[in-house]
């Protein structure tokens, strides 16, 4: 009964704490499903179920990764989402990570037939999308190239102009099936996993909409919503909690 009185009235202080915040703009990549341009899509309803019920307005726009997150810097927008833990120093990590990543290397089975692992990668001429960072994660040097969109880095892996391509694994797929691309001569190795979380204006607001994503995404574990919007969605299989 105490518990439950606690809980209410934690939640109605929540609520007052976070009225001078009236809506909150979340940029991101848009990926099919998660972010898509619409506004739908997995990460954006688990950013309204934390803070709609909080009373603040959920915002969306997708544009290039990178683009998001300089928005961010300039605080323009109020997070962006799909960042890795300290990615950048302008910006606030909270607690709670939404998903993970399963970083892939796609490349060429006759160019690299003995290839094992990431210790694989060094000095090997390599290419993201721009702004993720990879090297920062991976640990061993290798040489970078970014590119703003998939097709352009499948097309120039096809040309040899690079050895690897590396991304997330369901990314990776999706811009496969996209451009019917051939795999018949690529192997996929999976390297490393890395968590996923919001990126946030480092300020008061942002100090404020930190705290609230660490309260309500515990909370939304607790209850089990999270768990049923993972269903909603059909993807289950990805729920991490």
């Known amino acids: 009964m105490y518990k439950k009185i606690f809980l209410i009235l934690l939640f109605n202080f929540q609520i007052l704490s976070a009225q001078n915040i009236k809506e909150v703009l979340i940029v991101s990549?848009?990926?099919?499903?998660?972010t898509n341009k619409d506004g739908s899509g997995l990460y954006f309803d688990i950013a309204r179920m934390i803070y709609e019920p909080m009373g603040i307005e959920v915002k969306t726009k997708t544009y290039p990764y990178k683009r998001s997150s300089m928005?961010?810097?300039?605080?323009?927008?109020?997070m962006w989402?799909?960042?890795?833990?300290?990615?950048?120093?302008?910006?606030?990590?909270p607690k709670y990570h939404f998903d993970r990543e399963?970083?892939?290397a796609m490349f060429k089975k006759e160019k690299y037939p003995n290839f094992i692992?990431?210790?694989?990668?060094?000095?090997?001429d390599v290419c993201w999308?721009?702004?993720?960072?990879?090297?920062?994660?991976?640990?061993?040097?290798?040489?970078?190239?970014?590119?703003?969109?998939?097709?352009?880095?499948?097309?120039?892996l096809e040309k040899d102009r690079y050895d690897f391509l590396l991304d997330d694994k369901r990314d990776m797929q999706d811009a496969i099936a996209k451009n019917d691309f051939n795999t018949s001569n690529y192997n996929f190795v999976e390297v490393l996993e890395i968590r996923l979380y919001p990126g946030i204006r480092n300020d008061d607001r942002g100090k404020e909409l930190k705290e609230i994503w660490d309260e309500r995404y515990k909370n939304i574990i607790k209850d089990g919503s999270l768990k049923k919007l993972y269903i909603e969605h059909d993807r289950i299989k990805e729920y991490l909690y």
């Open 71 to 78: 928005m961010v810097d300039r605080k323009v927008a109020d």
């Open 129 to 156: 999308i721009r702004g993720y960072n990879l090297d920062e994660y991976l640990n061993v040097k290798v040489k970078v190239n970014e590119r703003n969109d998939r097709t352009t880095i499948l097309n120039a």
């Open 29 to 34: 990549e848009s990926w099919e499903g998660y």
């Open 81 to 93: 989402l799909g960042s890795y833990i300290d990615e950048e120093d302008y910006a606030l990590y």
């Open 117 to 124: 692992d990431k210790k694989s990668l060094i000095n090997i």
């Open 102 to 104: 399963i970083l892939t």
